[in-house]
């Protein structure tokens, strides 16, 4: 498990859609298994550096490409599945009265939690099962504690009711776990082509880059295979991946579908237009705030 995409900064610096939390997960054999193969395609191409979104460039493309069919063979095949949540800024929070004050850091790691609580399918996982969630660390170890003594209090909650569960959260540094780099990657992209950073003039350029043009042209290959692979699932003909994925009505697709984006809203929030595309500059860039009157409910989130 990884997040992405958490940054700060003036409307016009920071994009749309913020706060990625993606997972990849599986049973202990197929998960070690393709924890091996990662390894294996890095020591191919003599590549020691952390894979990462932030680290893919002209001369290693070839290999993340290779690293990234290796993660989508597996969730084709149904072995390994794929989670992502993610918010939108132009759904704005309205806060209830008496709500605490909360720093952004303490928002990332409720999140987080919301996350890990919902996201997987627990309470339809067998009995006893037993769950081990790897995620990248932190320097607060004040939220780490936290979120590590949430996380064992997770499966005797009440709507879950899986007591019977074992879940645990252990934390480590992405550069020792090859499936963590692979989340950051994916997660990486979805911020980067759901922003339009390919559309930015980096350094007074009269045009993108061509490592810009490189990375749109990867990210896309990512969205395409999320959506192929999804809509085979889903016997749909769209996906977006910057909108919760529908259940259908049927209640195991939580644990069992292979891709799930989960669009986070709050209880109660206001819509701002400025963030939409037909508000945002010819770069993808926010121009003005342009907020909607009326506040809208958890219940008013298909919009």
Known sequence: ?????????????????????????????????????????????????????????????????????????RVRAGSVRFRQMLCDRSIVRVPEPGDPDLSELDVQFRLCYQFVKHSFGLKLLPFGAEVLVRSDTHSSQKHLKNLESYGARIPGLRELARSDISLKLTFHRSTAMPIIQLVDLLIGAAGFYGNKMYLRRLGGARRIKPKQAMRRDFAKEIFCDLRTISNAERCARAFNWFESTGAGGIAD???????????????????DKGWQNDHLDKFGQYVAAGFEDHIRTLDDRLW
């Open 253 to 271: 697709h939580a644990l069992n579908q292979r891709i799930r984006v989960w669009k986070f809203f709050p209880k109660k929030y206001r819509i």
């Open 1 to 73: 498990m990884d997040e992405a995409w958490t940054h700060g900064g003036t409307p016009a610096e920071i994009g749309r859609y913020w706060c990625f939390y993606g997972a990849l997960f599986g049973e202990s054999a197929v998960m070690d298994s393709l924890d091996t193969e990662i390894r294996a395609i890095k020591a191919r191409h003599g590549h020691k550096d952390e894979v990462k979104w932030s680290n893919l460039n002209l001369t290693n493309v070839a290999m993340y490409r290779e690293l990234k069919d290796a993660v989508f063979t």
